[in-house]
């Protein structure tokens, strides 16, 4: 551990580690300090300067951001020096923007707005900009790009460069010039975007946001002649409260179920089911190439299998690693498995014609708006799911119908494909798609359940970022002889620049796994870019709380025990991995490589 | 994609085999290419991007923050005016409109048979010698209207 340094802030004693910059110290202190390009997940920038402090024996304020604690220090954070700067340097970023106040998306979340109003903005002190002089890039299936909004704060640039390393963004031009510029000034649409929507969780302003397709789902709902169906995944549930004004970690489904009856959806189902289906599906696959792998010889199936369920991960693979889509699980993803289940096997149990269905998926993600438009997720004849909604979609539309989720009774799930299993609901948390599949492959393998306590598969738990773990299968049934004394090996990565490790591992051959599971965004799904803004890591810590308790309290905790599933391979598909499975359940992906999309 | 020309990978596989693939020399391979083709095209940018395993948003951010680096063919003469105090009180504005008189073109822009561009530049340090200019790399200064229309026409016979 590294030396502690003694901070005075304000007069508040406080010791913080040699390197801790003096915003952290202040955090400590309970000092508030106002941020608006630092963000917890990120690296320093120090480019706005509206977290100005008076550092004692220093001539000129500094960004308590960026000036890192070597020695005891003292610092005033209230001075009117300190205020007047601060005051200064925000009247400076909003002589740039172009506040198009009411019609923002971000009206009311916004991290601008609230600081003009703490810091009591009457009057633009500098010419400000009073027309638009962008126009906006809407071409994206998932994000939107406004740079009217943009404050040059390169959040956005560190989001996806750092942190997710995908490097979309750039720093155009210089001094007055600068732009905030996709690859050549291209639209987000066109480049290596994995819009997995990082940044629009990070932009403090409207200047990103998702493409918004509710207006939609409202003219469908409306609409007599079509019967919309919606399916929820685990993350929005639990994060949706927090638009409500609920804690981070507050589960609030049933009380959403509620309310999405209200706003006018058919039926209401939840993704978890599907998310079962993918089990059976994808543990199927893993076994299946094990065997041709160990005892076939077969050298070309790929091991490690990689799981396919997040969409940004899937396109980030397609770009940047495109020879090796092999080791690609071909599975569908949750959400498209239920679409493609529910325009075939549902309809026909509810008896509505598939062409008169829509089915909504209520996501935490922006990367699946742009998967439900693939062009060859269409199995049924119709396209698996006609929309894809993000939690903070979602939290609009109730607010625009007036229901409030306190307001809300507890509702659940409508019957048929209705229920998932704890193992379906853990699908939203990093290493929970991991779980799920080794409670059900070690239990299809051995017969016996894993040798965890409370199934509770501690190893791929929590936000390290990469986990790694190794389960001996040992007394395995009969027919998988094969397997004894295997020690399946399996690693779990979220987000993509942890991803590209385990990726790099696999391109210089050294990457010794079996199963790997990757989700693009970090946390897993309760971290998506759908997700209500801000998301930070206590937030995400929160949230995959509340994730794993609802996982303890639901009765069925393994996707193989989940009698809906056993009676739809009974009635329809078969068994995992069956013809019908493939032709319905299983996708192929394309390899898309590093530079432009074809226009 | 835009269509790989054969000229550009090779001279961009040996420029950047040159210098070395390291970050660091992504300037001077970005110079070379501009003083090669006159300008940093789309499909250059690819090209460094692969060879050189840097993102395409990276080099771009660069290559932009350098006026001297183009992203257009601006042609084969760009005459870049110093805009600062010196030379304007110097009589910049004369030296200025005998350009756009002499070529028929504004500041910013380029002639139709590119062969010439006019831009701006900040000071060159030549404020002794007031106004100065630079034609590609070549310094011209103590300009009057009668030396500009000289480089002017010394600059056609050269082609």
């Known amino acids: 551990m590294s030396e502690m340094i003694k901070v005075n802030i304000d007069g508040i004693e406080v010791e913080v580690e040699s390197g801790a910059t003096v915003l952290s110290a202040c955090e400590k202190a309970g000092v508030k300090v106002p941020v608006l390009c630092h963000h917890p997940d990120l690296n320093v920038a120090g480019v706005c300067r509206v977290c100005m402090v008076e550092i004692e024996g220093m001539g000129n304020l500094q960004a308590s ?364 948390a990093t290493g929970g798609v991991m779980e799920a599949a080794i409670r059900t492959v070690y239990e299809l393998v051995t017969g016996r359940p894993v040798p965890f306590e409370r199934l509770n598969i501690t190893p791929v738990r929590g936000m390290e970022a990469i986990k790694e773990a190794s389960l001996k299968l040992e007394k395995v049934k009969k027919e998988y002889k094969w397997l004894e004394g295997v020690e399946l090996k399996i690693a779990v990565a979220h987000g993509t620049a942890n991803a590209k490790i385990l990726m790099d591992k696999l391109v210089d051959g050294t990457l010794d796994y079996h199963f790997i599971e990757v989700m693009a965004c970090p946390g897993g799904c309760l971290g998506g870019g759908g997700q209500p803004i801000p998301t930070t890591p206590e937030i995400r810590k929160a949230r995959a709380n509340a994730i794993y308790q609802e996982d303890e309290e639901i009765e069925i905790r393994k996707s193989h025990e989940n009698p809906l599933i056993q009676k739809l391979y009974k009635e329809f598909l078969g068994k995992p991995g069956s013809h019908k499975s493939h032709e319905l359940l299983h996708t192929h992906y394309t390899k898309r490589g590093q530079y432009f999309v074809k226009d | 994609m835009e269509c790989r020309d054969g000229n550009l990978v090779s001279f961009v596989e040996g420029t950047v085999e040159k210098y070395g693939k390291g970050r660091e020399n992504l300037l001077p391979v970005l110079r070379e290419v501009n003083e090669e083709f006159g300008f940093v095209s789309g499909a250059a940018f690819i090209e460094i991007s692969r060879v050189m395993d840097i993102s395409i948003g990276e080099i771009h951010g660069v290559a932009s923050f350098y006026s001297f680096i183009n992203e257009e063919d601006r042609g084969k003469y760009v005459i870049r005016l110093c805009k600062t105090i010196s030379c304007d009180m110097a009589g910049k504005e004369k030296i200025e409109k005998t350009f756009e008189r002499e070529l028929g073109i504004k500041f910013g822009e380029s002639t139709k048979d590119g062969l010439f561009a006019l831009d701006y530049a900040n000071c060159m340090g030549l404020c002794d010698k007031a106004p100065a200019m630079l034609v590609n790399s070549q310094l011209y200064d103590s300009l009057t209207p009668e030396s500009v229309l000289d480089i002017i026409s010394e600059c056609r016979r050269k082609i």
């Open chain 1, 65 to 428: 951001c960026a000036y890192p604690v070597t020695q005891p220090l003292t610092v005033k954070t209230k001075t009117n020096r300190v205020r007047k700067a601060r005051r200064m340097n925000l009247d400076l970023v909003l002589a740039e923007h172009y506040g198009d106040c009411y019609t923002c998306p971000r009206n009311g979340n916004c991290e601008l707005r609230t600081l003009a109003d703490e810091y009591g903005v009457d009057k633009f002190k500098f010419p400000h900009v009073d027309k638009p002089r962008y126009a906006k890039d809407t071409k994206s299936f998932s994000i939107i790009r406004d740079q009217d909004k943009c404050i040059h704060c390169k959040r956005c640039i560190r989001t996806c460069i750092d942190m997710q390393k995908v490097n979309v963004y750039e720093t155009a031009n210089k001094g007055h010039d600068v732009e905030i510029q996709v690859a050549l000034n291209k639209s987000i649409a066109d480049v290596v975007c994995i819009n997995c929507g990082q940044c629009v969780n990070r932009c403090p302003t409207g200047a990103l946001w998702t493409q918004d397709v509710s207006d939609q789902v409202w003219e469908d709902i409306e609409n007599p002649d079509l019967f919309v169906i919606m399916q929820t995944a685990p993350s929005p549930r639990a994060a949706i409260g927090e638009e409500f004004g609920y804690p981070p970690g507050t589960r609030v489904t049933k009380k959403l179920n509620a309310a999405m009856r209200r706003a006018g959806f058919d039926k209401v189902l939840d993704t978890n089911f599907a998310a079962d289906l993918t089990i059976m599906e994808e543990g199927t696959e893993l076994l299946e190439r094990l065997h041709k792998v160990i005892v076939k010889k077969d050298k070309s199936v790929k091991i490690p299998m990689f799981t396919s369920c997040s969409p940004g991960w899937v396109k980030f693979i397609e770009h940047y690693y495109p020879d090796h889509l092999d080791h690609l699980s071909t599975c569908k993803s949750p959400q498209q498995m239920y679409g493609a289940v529910i325009k075939t096997y549902y309809a026909e149990k509810i008896g509505i014609d598939p062409s008169k269905i829509r089915t909504v998926a209520l996501m935490p993600c922006s990367a699946k708006k742009y998967e439900c438009n693939r062009p060859e997720m269409n199995a049924s004849g119709y396209r698996d799911v006609d929309y894809g909604l993000t939690t903070r979609e979602m939290a609009m539309m109730l607010k625009e119908a007036g229901l409030h989720l306190a307001d809300m009774p507890t509702e659940e799930f409508d019957p048929v494909l209705g229920e998932g299993s704890g193992a379906g609901m853990i699908f939203g």
